[in-house]
């Protein structure tokens, strides 16, 4: 039985790559004359993951440079995930990208209502909204509300505590604080209920709705 055990991952592992370079050889049959740029897609599956997360760690620029120098490119291949894709550099690459952005290219985490797909009109409406309040004459009018919610905060969780726990306090002070700004809401009453319900969401955003045990969603 523990003869057949050790057989069997060796096995599955043959049978996955054999999977792989299938799948491979059928693409290239269907689209023989793709012009692809240089690079590597890495390892099946996983591609160059490993790769950048380790070159995140430390300097993710040079696992660009890395490659443009190896390829003699600005444009090179690569895969996250398996999820294989072509990496532009410098201005070109990024002009490129950003003036056929409508055409050319399709965003996959952000929804259609999101500012960053928005065209024509609706664009200029959207950013016109985000730059009331992030406009140099905006700031200067939030920074005198700033200063006061912060006094207020450092007053009453800050002042004469001999232990402050400091993540979930500057987490009521970004709450305080949103809640004046965009909200215009001063209310401690208020704003407590909105930073609760708020944690609520930020613990279920990225959670499994299932009944497991281990998670936030096991029924009582």
């Known amino acids: 039985m523990e003869v057949v055990k050790f057989l069997a991952f060796p096995a599955a592992e043959l049978l996955f790559l054999c999977l792989h370079f299938i799948t491979k050889i059928v693409k290239l049959r269907k689209h023989p004359n793709l012009h692809v740029p240089p690079g590597s897609l890495g390892w099946p599956v996983v591609g160059e ?17 890395e490659r443009m120098g190896k390829y003699d490119s600005r444009v090179f291949k690569t895969s996250f995930l398996g999820d294989p894709m072509a990496v532009l ?27 960053v797909n928005k065209v024509g009109e609706d664009a200029k409406m959207a950013r016109k909204l985000l730059l009331s309040f992030l406009s140099a004459e905006a700031l200067r009018n939030f920074v005198p509300k700033m200063d006061t919610i912060a006094q207020l905060h ?7 505590k001999k232990n402050v726990v400091v993540y979930s306090t500057v987490q009521l002070y970004t709450y305080a604080l949103a809640a004046c700004l965009f909200l215009s809401e001063e209310d401690s009453i208020h ?30």
């Open 154 to 160: 450092i007053n009453t969780h800050w002042q004469g």
């Open 49 to 65: 993951t490993f790769s950048y997360l380790r070159a995140k760690g430390r300097n993710t620029v040079r696992f660009v440079t």
């Open 191 to 220: 704003v407590s209920k909105f930073s609760s319900m708020l944690d609520e969401f930020v613990k279920g955003l990225l959670g499994f709705p299932i009944n497991l045990p281990g998670t936030n969603f096991v029924d009582p």
């Open 89 to 115: 550099c410098g201005l070109a690459g990024n002009k490129f990208l950003f003036a056929m952005r409508t055409k050319m290219s399709k965003d996959g985490f952000h929804p259609r209502s999101s500012v």
